[in-house]
Structure formats: structure tokens, C-alpha cells
Antibody, heavy 122, light 111 residues
Framework: QVTLKESGPVLVKPTETLTLTCTVS??????????VSWIRQPPGKALEWLAY???????SYTPSLKSRLSISKDTSISQVVLTMTNVDPGDTATYYC??????????????WGQGTLVTVSS | SSELTQDPAVSVALGQTVRITCQGD??????ASWYQQKSGKAPVLVIY???DRPSGIPDRFSGSSSGNTASLTITGAQAEDEADYYC??????????????FGGGTKLTVL
């Protein structure tokens, strides 16, 4: 059974760095054509894709936040970490991680974590 | 503005058919995937690839694509289908690489 679980701080102050961890089970981060994405959703708003990392260590970031994001993985402990620097209240959102599969002509996100709500406030 | 455009809201009578669309240039090259999100819950994948459904997704959900538009069709909508639906696609940025993008979402109301 594939599960993903997000963890991190509930409250972060403006200008601080946010670090979120996605712990996966039931799958190996070494599997080819498989990776992990981070997605966020501000309260009452739409989903926003943030970043991915593949087993090959290939990475990608959403252009609007690329300068503030960093994604990495530790295959030995089945974790993917997302860091976001210089947060502000606009970064308040539920943050999800999801397993990402690669197929001909696309990527898709077939298993999602439950999400973790992060509030940015002083 | 999103690179994938969805109608903000759509309604359908119980048992009828509804189509939710997603438009974007990337859809001429890549398939869309579709996600259902019920209030307070994580999104669930309902359609991916040409028109594939994950295990456990009812066959009343189907997908199609034409030109720069992808569609999610629910044939015989049920009350439990009331949710927000999001499309997602890969986007190429030439020398800047690729990334993914979600549409703005469509709120489906089942009347």
C-alpha cells in the first residue's frame, strides 16, 4: 500500500525558511519513471504545483517560485524535502506531496498525502 | 493567469451527463490528468493518459482530448460527484526546461 505523509511546522514567521518533509512508504524512490511532487493550495483557492524530483534526481520548479524553492531526496529513509525561503503570508496554504508517475506524453499524480496546513504569520 | 483554463463552475442534474473542459497550448502535445477534490480532502486522480482510470474510479468518468482542449465527462452524474475538478499538464519552456501546471479548477454542483 502506497502512502505519503507530509510533516513540518504549523506556523512560520515572515522571512523565515519553511522546510517540509514527505515520508513515503510502499514505494521506492529508486523506481524509474517515478518521482514525488509538491503541490500547495491556499485556503479557498486552486491547486498550485510547486516542484518535482525523480528517482534519477531530475528536478523541476514552478517558474514563479523557482528562486525560493529547493527539492531534495534521501532514498535511504524514503523522504523528499522541500524548502521555501523568505516566506510571506501569501505562502499560507495546505501543502501536499504526491507520487508522480511518468508515462508516454505526460506525468500524473496517482497517490497523495493528506496535506499539512502551514500558516505564515508574525 | 493559469496556463490551463477551466470554467469556474458547472452544474448538472442528477443522472445527467456533464463535460468539464480544460484549455491550454500544452494540451496539443501532452495529455491532461484530472483530479477530483471534495471539501476538506486531498485530491484524487480520476483520469490520466489518453483516457485511463485508476483502479476504483467508476466508469462513468471518462476523458477525451481534441486540439488544445481536454475534457472530463461524467455520464450519469451522482450526488457524490459534487466536488472541485482540476486538470493538470506538463508544460515545456524550451531552454528553461519543463514544469507542471494546474488549471484553476471547476466547481461541479449536482442538482
Amino acid at each position: 500500500q502506497v502512502t505519503l505523509k507530509e510533516s513540518g511546522p504549523v506556523l512560520v514567521k515572515p522571512t523565515e525558511t519553511l522546510t517540509l518533509t514527505c515520508t513515503v512508504s510502499g514505494l521506492s524512490l529508486r523506481n524509474s519513471r517515478m518521482g514525488v511532487s509538491w503541490i500547495r493550495q491556499p485556503p479557498g483557492k486552486a491547486l498550485e504545483w510547486l516542484a518535482y524530483i525523480f528517482s534519477s534526481d531530475a528536478k523541476s520548479y514552478t517558474p514563479s517560485l523557482k528562486s525560493r524553492l529547493s527539492i531534495s531526496k534521501d532514498t535511504s529513509i524514503s523522504q523528499v524535502v522541500l524548502t521555501m525561503t523568505n516566506v510571506d503570508p501569501g505562502d499560507t496554504a495546505t501543502y501536499y506531496c504526491a507520487r508522480m508517475r511518468q508515462a508516454v506524453g505526460q506525468y500524473y499524480l496517482d497517490f497523495w498525502g493528506q496535506g499539512t496546513l502551514v500558516t505564515v504569520s508574525s | 493567469s493559469s496556463e490551463l483554463t477551466q470554467d469556474p463552475a458547472v452544474s448538472v442534474a442528477l443522472g445527467q451527463t456533464v463535460r468539464i473542459t480544460c484549455q491550454g497550448d500544452s494540451l496539443t502535445k501532452y495529455y491532461a490528468s484530472w483530479y477530483q477534490q471534495k471539501s476538506g480532502k486531498a485530491p484524487v486522480l480520476v483520469i490520466y493518459g489518453r483516457a485511463d482510470r485508476p483502479s476504483g474510479i467508476p466508469d462513468r468518468f471518462s476523458g477525451s482530448s481534441s486540439g488544445n482542449t481536454a475534457s472530463l465527462t461524467i455520464t450519469g452524474a451522482q450526488a457524490e460527484d459534487e466536488a472541485d475538478y482540476y486538470c493538470n499538464s506538463r508544460v515545456d519552456r524550451g531552454g528553461s526546461g519543463e514544469h507542471l501546471v494546474f488549471g484553476g479548477g471547476t466547481k461541479l454542483t449536482v442538482l
